[in-house]
């Protein structure tokens, strides 16, 4: 009965999996492909808008953490509306805190730019 739920194992890489794990891993892969694209897409963007490029040996993740790029952006984006810089001072994100000031400035930033808070 088992075997009729499951279908056949199915080994993968040396490693016995079932049908359904199978088809798990196969989404996962899809979808980290997909997330991959997506970073590329958005890291050639940023480029293109901040006018130097982001350290392409880092993780666009870890390029972000620290608020430097966000704060940037925002300053780049206030600049082409024509209105005054939205994050006054941005600091090197030497510490968690300063990192995390950062991080409040620009969505700060973003509430001033009138977009929406979504809560997750």
């Given at each position: ?30 979808k980290a492909k997909n997330s991959q694209g997506i970073q590329n897409d958005l890291r ?65 930033g973003c509430k001033a730019l009138g977009v929406p808070a979504v809560r997750g």
């Amino acid at each position: 009965e088992f075997l009729e739920l499951t279908g056949q194992m199915a080994q993968e890489g040396g490693e016995w999996i079932s049908p359904l794990d199978a088809e798990l891993r196969a989404k996962q892969s899809a979808k980290a492909k997909n997330s991959q694209g997506i970073q590329n897409d958005l890291r050639e963007w940023l480029n293109a808008v901040l006018e130097e490029p982001l350290d392409g040996e880092v993780s666009l993740i870890e390029a972000c953490k620290g608020g430097v790029v966000l704060c940037q952006l925002l300053n780049r984006i206030s600049d082409n509306l024509g209105s005054n810089k939205l994050v006054k001072k941005i600091h090197p994100p030497t510490t968690a805190f300063k990192a995390m000031e950062n991080l409040t400035n620009f969505i700060a930033g973003c509430k001033a730019l009138g977009v929406p808070a979504v809560r997750g």
